[in-house]
């Protein structure tokens, strides 16, 4: 079982040590009866323990309530979250990127993790409860991975992390989360990181932003004709031969 951290707390169960078959049991229990179409609201912490074939206080043990529990087993049937290999933080965030991605294709192709993503929305106390434990520190990773990057020079310095966070999850969330018919090409992580680049990558020295200095693609010499308003040709496309 993976080890849940709550701020910089790790949380370890209170009570004996735990039992790794116990748990998997109470986790695939809640699993199974989801499964049978029992929604979360109607599942009692007796229904589970019976389920599992445990007591109600073998579950109290390792997690405060319900909401808690749920959570864990959101977890459990969600794809894992990556591991970056830190070495760049613009291969950590389309690697970060590429696991939002997946995430939204296994909901789509989940009926069950749909479901139980959709009823979580439904109950603020277990939706609070996995924005804390989920979903907050994720992105408390991804600003950390951001603040590397602008620290090492890979992103401008102008510019806010929270601000480079939006500009980078934003489009990704938005495909998965409130467009469920768009495309979630293969490549698209790398399509969010190669166009927003083309705006966070520190400029050239000696640039201003409205330069021109370079195209979009970062690579090719682009002249500056607001610059030169006298020269010959200036604002206007010369025709061959003329």
């Not at 849940?4 to 199974?32: F, T």
């Not at 309530?65 to 760049?88: C, T």
Request: some cysteine; glycine content about 8%.
């Amino acid at each position: 079982m993976r080890e849940r951290d709550h701020g910089d707390e790790k949380e370890h169960r209170r009570g004996r040590p735990r039992s790794e078959a116990a748990e998997r049991a109470i986790l695939e229990a809640v699993v199974a009866l989801l499964e049978d179409g029992v929604p979360l609201g109607a599942l009692s912490i007796e229904r589970i323990a019976r389920t599992a074939g445990v007591g109600k206080a073998t579950i109290y043990r390792r997690w405060r309530g319900a909401e808690e529990l749920f959570v864990d087993v959101l977890r459990e049937i969600e794809p894992p979250d990556p591991e970056l290999p830190g070495d760049s933080a613009t291969e950590d965030l389309r690697i970060m990127l590429e696991s939002l991605r997946k995430r939204g294709l296994a909901q789509r192709n989940s009926a069950l993790l749909h479901n139980v993503s959709v009823e979580m929305k439904s109950r603020p106390k277990l939706w609070q409860e996995y924005h804390r434990t989920v979903i907050d520190p994720r992105r408390e990773t991804t600003l950390a991975v951001i603040r590397r990057g602008i620290a090492d020079g890979e992103f401008r310095d102008d510019l806010g992390a929270e601000l480079i966070n939006d500009m980078m999850i934003g489009p990704m969330l938005m495909r998965t989360l409130h467009r469920p018919g768009a495309s979630l090409d293969e490549d698209l992580a790398d399509q969010i990181i190669r166009t927003a680049l083309q705006g966070l990558a520190p400029r050239p020295p000696g640039t201003s932003d409205a330069s021109g200095a370079r195209d979009r693609s970062g690579t090719r010499d682009v002249p500056d004709t607001c610059d030169a308003p006298d020269a010959p040709g200036a604002g206007r496309a010369e025709t061959p031969g003329r």
